[in-house]
Nanobody, 118 residues
Framework: VQLQASGGGLVQAGDSLRLSCAAS????????TSWFRQAPGKEHEFVAA????????YYADSVKGRFTISGDSAKNTVYLQMNSLKPEDTAVYYC????????????WGQGTLVTVSS
């Protein structure tokens, strides 16, 4: 599966932004698609995930209530709607996919930069 992330940009605190992750290739084998982020000087951080079998969603505590992950199976695309953005949300956002709930993420997008100014 090949992933293409897009939608990043420069916004002000309190603004909204929607990221997209378009998948191509063997998309039928994907069990779960997730968003991660990495801020400068910090570790990779899980943000949100969506399961394609039942649409179940998971969020990091830091984004719960502000971010919403959704998927469009017809377009093989996962979205991350980010509202009430904070400067600490500034990071490169990556989407990733895995084929089972216990497998490693074996497909990664190239990352899209989100910068939130105060």
């Amino acid at each position: 599966v090949q992933l293409q992330a897009s939608g990043g940009g420069l916004v002000q605190a309190g603004d909204s932004l929607r990221l997209s992750c378009a998948a191509s290739g063997r998309t039928f084998s994907t069990y779960q698609t997730s968003w991660f982020r990495q801020a400068p000087g910090k570790e990779h951080e899980f943000v949100a995930a969506i399961g394609w079998n039942d649409g179940s969603t998971y969020y990091a505590d830091s984004v719960k209530g502000r971010f919403t992950i959704s998927g469009d199976s017809a377009k093989n695309t996962v979205y991350l709607q980010m509202n009430s953005l904070k400067p600490e949300d500034t990071a490169v956002y990556y989407c990733a996919a895995r084929t089972t709930v216990t497998s490693a993420y074996n497909s990664w997008g190239q990352g899209t930069l989100v910068t939130v100014s105060s």
